[in-house]
């Protein structure tokens, strides 16, 4: 019993001693970046990424490597920002600034508008607060059929049904986009270009016929990274190629 208190204790100082050693970093990196030092915030925030990536770290690495003319990792880490947290507009907006200052401009297919309006609603709100409606519609839900069942007057029943309906649709629809932010930030099936640039080929080997040029901080979705060395990519246009996996890091 004694070993397990005892276990117990030092566990909890490791972790303060962990959250201490994690706050000072981050104070270290920000009086870096705050004093222009950016070159050393980005280490700072690169190491804090290491082991605790959340989405207000990935955005000051954004900042960093933004201030550094390092557009390529800027993109990166605003894109590594964004997947964690969706909704915030900040990050959005310094995404497409940086996005402004690389080679590459690269049209989008047309999308279907269904799929359009839903990702908008998706990212429209954190996970958090999907998660918190989806509970409190379900709550509120359960409410309305208990005064349902509970009422003599056929008013109050037929707006509690109608109440109980829409509230189901409201969890319903809560959820699906929760759990589609949730898969989004699970997956990682899209990188960012770091090369300075890399000629696509039409098959993975060095000898394959050249597509195209992508050049550094231009996004690409994997389709096929079975091979060690090659990776299989499609771009926002539709064209399709392999790449060598060395040239792109995954969001």
Request: hydrophobic content about 45%; charged content about 20%.
């Amino acid at each position: 019993m004694k070993r397990n208190i005892l276990f117990l204790i030092l566990c909890v100082v490791a972790l303060l001693a962990r959250a201490d050693n994690l706050s000072e970093m981050k104070t270290q990196a920000d009086s870096a970046y705050a004093r222009a030092d950016y070159e050393t915030a980005v280490k700072l925030y690169g190491k804090l990424a290491e082991q605790n990536m959340s989405s207000d770290v990935c955005y000051n690495l954004g900042c960093a490597y933004y201030r550094i003319d390092d557009m390529a990792h800027s993109v990166l880490w605003f894109e590594r920002a964004l997947k964690l947290n969706p909704s915030d507009r900040d990050i959005l907006a310094n995404l497409e600034m940086a996005r402004t200052k690389t080679i590459d401009r690269i049209i989008p297919q047309h999308e279907f508008i269904l799929f359009t309006y839903f990702r908008v609603l998706t990212n429209w709100l954190s996970l958090r607060a999907w998660t918190t409606i989806a509970l409190a519609s379900f709550v509120l839900m359960l409410v309305s059929l208990l005064l349902f069942w509970a009422s003599g007057s056929v008013t109050v029943r037929k707006l509690t049904f109608a109440s109980a309906i829409i509230l189901l649709l409201f969890s319903i629809l809560s959820n699906v986009c929760a759990m589609k932010q949730e898969d989004f930030k699970q997956t990682h099936t899209s990188g960012i270009i770091t090369a300075p640039a890399v000629t696509v080929k039409s098959t993975p080997a060095d000898n394959g016929n050249d597509l195209f040029v992508l050049h550094e901080g231009s996004k690409v979705e994997i389709l096929d990274s079975s091979l060690k060395e090659w990776c299989e990519v499609s771009i926002a246009d539709g064209k399709i190629g392999w790449i060598p996996k060395k040239t792109f890091d995954l969001i």
